[in-house]
């Protein structure tokens, strides 16, 4: 079809013709994210499970192990594998655009959002809001998997802030039995209603354009990729499906992240006294009999090696050093700004091999692990990142620094996909 610009779609979201499971077939497809597992953990995953998405999202595991996870037979690979999963019945694509409610439950936490195509002009525009740099070659990669699928099959996870009626309609079309009810190997339940109604498809999306934004949670490569995408095809005439990416959006309070705790190699010559004597500058210092798990903004956990065992600090940063600004203030900022770069020499979060970043999904067993084993030399537990103050720095148009959040539950590859015609 020649590129009309009335048509296209003007709206913040739109439904999807989505790619999904056939009956009775989403727990042999659904995967974790492709960047969670290495390529050898996604090898052992799949074993034995040939319609599991992780041949499509890491489809270098049908290679030769020394194969370059960015080489052109990989995409081509992963290309060959979806065909395959469309061909034998395994996928089916829905005949008419729809939204997909999509459901996260972890233990006791719940969380309920909505698969759209989310606006590549809104996004460009900063409609849709970051926080993240991103990396080219992490681009690049996604861009190739995109147009070797011509199907964007990851989901960028997003946020909208509190809404009473969007909570409704999502809430309301979350009844029934689910058309996908999975559990995964972690315990993760994931399950998807479909939304075909006309009426609760335009109450969506006149619901999402009201508002001022949403904000991305995770997924800042892929979101940048589909934008890529779409300006290199709209260049070629067409107004295509790529104008919108796959996104999960979720109500910003029922999300939940996680503390990203660091742990460093040594303490830059330091002796440990010395160390605990300047933190006193600008945080108050008590010792721990016990693990200290963060409670509040400002407060840290010290975790010191020692001969026998480790010795745990509760740091506490004093009020003289809380700047306003929605960045610096952040608890991975004061750390950074106050003890990592002036005592321990790392400036660098991203490039700087002595320090090394743990999801608290692991736990503080964890940091004490990394530590006791005489690997690390140091470990610091951090108190969550709140959703308000990631949208407080991406509506000051600022970057959050490196390893900032952990977002769990994860959302699953291959419940739903968007394909790009």
């Known amino acids: 079809m020649p590129f009309t610009p009335s048509l296209i779609n003007p709206h913040l979201i739109a439904p999807l013709r989505g790619l999904r499971p056939a009956p009775g077939r989403a727990a042999e497809i659904a995967a974790p994210p492709y960047d969670v597992l290495s390529s050898d953990e996604a090898r052992l995953r799949a074993a034995g499970k040939p319609w599991s998405f992780l041949h499509i999202s890491k489809p270098e595991i049908d290679l030769p192990a020394d194969t370059d996870p960015y080489s052109p037979a990989v995409y081509a ?13 395994v996928l089916l694509r829905d005949d008419a655009p729809c939204y997909y409610i999509y459901r996260l439950t972890m233990g ?4 309920t959002g909505l698969v759209v195509g989310a606006s590549v002009a809104d996004y460009n525009s900063n ?32 946020a909208y802030p509190s809404s009473i009626t969007a909570d409704e309609l999502i809430a309301n079309a979350a009844k029934g039995t689910p058309e996908s009810d999975v559990t995964a190997e972690d ?35 892929r979101s940048a990729a589909a934008s890529r995408v779409a300006a290199a095809r709209r260049q070629e005439g067409f107004t295509l499906a790529s104008d919108y990416f796959l996104a999960v959006i979720f ?7 996680l503390d990203y705790n660091r742990v460093v190699k040594d303490l830059n010559g330091l002796e440990k006294s010395a160390l605990v004597a300047r933190c006193q500058t600008a945080f108050t210092v ?29 740091l506490t940063i004093k009020a003289d050093f809380i700047p306003n600004d929605p960045v610096a203030r952040l608890d991975v900022s004061l750390l950074s700004d106050h003890l990592l770069g002036p005592l321990l020499g790392i400036t660098d979060l991203r490039r700087d091999k002595r320090i090394d970043f743990v999801g608290g999904i692991r736990g503080l067993a ?22 308000q103050q990631l949208m407080s720095v991406a509506d000051s148009n600022q970057i959050m620094p490196p390893k900032s959040t952990w977002f769990e539950p994860k959302l699953a590859d291959g419940l739903v996909s968007h394909v790009l015609d």
Request: net charge neutral; charged share 25%.
């Open 251 to 257: 109500p910003h309070h029922q999300m939940k992240i």
């Open 127 to 158: 409609r849709i809001r970051k926080h993240e740099f991103t990396r080219p070659d992490k681009e690049d990669d996604r861009v190739r998997q995109i147009e070797a699928l011509n199907a964007q099959t990851g989901p960028v996870l997003l």
């Open 108 to 111: 006791t936490h719940c969380q």
């Open 77 to 89: 690979m992963a290309a060959s594998n979806l065909a395959k999963m469309f061909s034998a019945g």
């Open 286 to 314: 008590e010792k721990s009999p016990t693990r200290v798990t963060p409670a509040r903004v400002g407060e840290f956990g010290m975790y010191l090696g020692g001969e026998s065992h480790g010795v745990w600090y509760r």
């Open 187 to 221: 315990g993760i339940r994931h399950e998807i209603w479909v939304v075909r109604d006309t009426a609760s498809i335009d109450a969506l999306t006149r619901t999402f354009d009201a508002m001022d934004a949403l904000y991305i949670a995770d997924g800042h490569h």
């Open 366 to 387: 964890e940091l004490e692990k990394r530590v006791d084993s005489g690997e690390m030399a140091a470990a610091f537990a951090l108190f969550p990142t709140s959703m």
